[in-house]
T-cell receptor
Framework: GAVVSQHPSWVICKSGTSVKIECRSL??????MFWYRQFPKQSLMLMAT?????????EQGVEKDKFLINHASLTLSTLTVTSAHPEDSSFYIC??????????????FGPGTRLTVT | GENVEQHPSTLSVQEGDSAVIKCTYS??????FPWYKQELGKRPQLIID?????GEKKDQRIAVTLNKTAKHFSLHITETQPEDSAVYFC???????????FGAGTRLFVKA
């Protein structure tokens, strides 16, 4: 199947600093990527849809100025958590849709990035 | 918007028994229902999916059923094994730009 990578896999930062998370599609081009947030023992909550060459579409309740998304190329989307606070500590997972499957696309996930804000 | 409810939140079965996880969705426009398995600290992985024009699909020990009228769909795992222990998520989406909305997840424990 398609491969989606994320970097870093884990990061610890101090409150007030910014952290950038990269999501790459390694063997395919992804015009659309999705960013999810997952708290311990909870579901995947969609934060935003990242579109190559245009602005991201944010879900209700997600601050676009705090979670900056840039999809500068067909293989890279970045999520920057600005002015991080301890409540931003979470597992962030990106995913991309690949043509194929019974629906015309299949969704593949990155390995996730665990962010801890101290 | 779409809302997906999943039950139970936790399920414990004896090895060899069957496990059933149920989901309901709200948006009648949803026509694609994938199931994902997530092991601790790892990425979700697609294990089986079904479209709304099909009522049932089976892949070895895993099967999904869909009742489009009632907006219910279920995952059935037969002859469970300890390695089936994980969190399972149901999801719903549609064609084109439809978002994939996930259920809350079911933590399955298979006791040896």
């Amino acid at each position: 199947g398609a491969v989606v990578s994320q970097h870093p896999s884990w990061v610890i930062c101090k409150s007030g600093t910014s952290v950038k998370i990269e999501c790459r599609s390694l063997d395919f081009q992804a015009t659309t990527m999705f960013w999810y947030r997952q708290f311990p023992k909870q579901s995947l909550m969609l934060m935003a849809t990242s579109n190559e060459g245009s602005k991201a579409t944010y879900e209700q309740g997600v601050e676009k100025d705090k979670f900056l998304i840039n999809h500068a190329s067909l293989t890279l989307s970045t999520l920057t958590v600005t002015s991080a606070h301890p409540e931003d500590s979470s597992f962030y997972i990106c995913s991309a849709r690949v043509p194929g499957g019974i629906q015309g696309y299949e969704q593949y996930f990155g390995p996730g990035t665990r962010l801890t804000v101290t | 918007g779409e809302n997906v409810e999943q039950h139970p939140s936790t399920l414990s079965v004896q090895e060899g028994d069957s496990a059933v996880i149920k989901c309901t969705y709200s948006d009648s426009a949803s026509n694609y229902f994938p199931w994902y398995k997530q092991e601790l600290g790892k990425r979700p992985q697609l294990i089986i999916d079904i479209r709304s024009n099909v009522g049932e699909k089976k892949d070895q020990r895993i099967a999904v059923t869909l009742n489009k009228t009632a907006k219910h769909f279920s995952l059935h795992i037969t002859e469970t094994q300890p390695e089936d222990s994980a969190v399972y998520f149901c999801a719903a989406s549609g064609t084109g730009g439809f978002k994939t909305i996930f259920g809350a997840g079911t933590r399955l424990f298979v006791k040896a």
